[in-house]
């Protein structure tokens, strides 16, 4: 069964920083964009970043200023680097791992962010 290990969550004040983990076996990091998503309560999930085997990034727009995704090929792990957080923040994290080859995905637990005012 394939696993993805998130870490890292936590509750931070507005203006800190947070660096989540996702941790795989390397038989699906090596094959997989991976990427972060987050579900805020009473809204639809939303892709964070995505970063291919090459390690050629995609942020979205509206955080990538804020936001760094990153991949550690020795580790099998991914991070993403939150920096000066704010309540909107707040959500549940989720890594995703998604085949090149066949687009069959694979989902962590999730990771709670709560950040307060």
């Known amino acids: 069964q394939v696993q993805l290990v998130e870490s890292g969550g936590g509750l931070v004040q507005a203006g800190e920083s947070l660096r989540l983990s996702c941790t795989t076996s390397?038989?699906?990091?090596?094959?997989?964009?991976m990427g972060w998503y987050r579900q805020a309560p009473g809204k639809q999930r939303e892709l964070v970043a995505s970063?291919?085997?090459?390690?050629?990034?995609n942020n979205a727009e509206s955080l990538k200023d804020r936001f760094t995704m990153s991949r550690d090929n020795v580790k099998n792990t991914v991070y993403l680097q939150m920096n000066s957080l704010g309540p909107e923040d707040t959500a549940v994290y989720y890594c995703?791992?998604?085949?090149?080859?066949?687009?069959?995905?694979?989902w962590g637990q999730g990771t709670q962010v709560t950040v307060s005012s």
């Open positions: 390397r038989s699906i990091f090596s094959i997989s964009v």
């Open positions: 995703n791992a998604r085949s090149v080859y066949t687009s069959r995905e694979y």
């Open positions: 970063i291919t085997p090459s390690g050629r990034a």
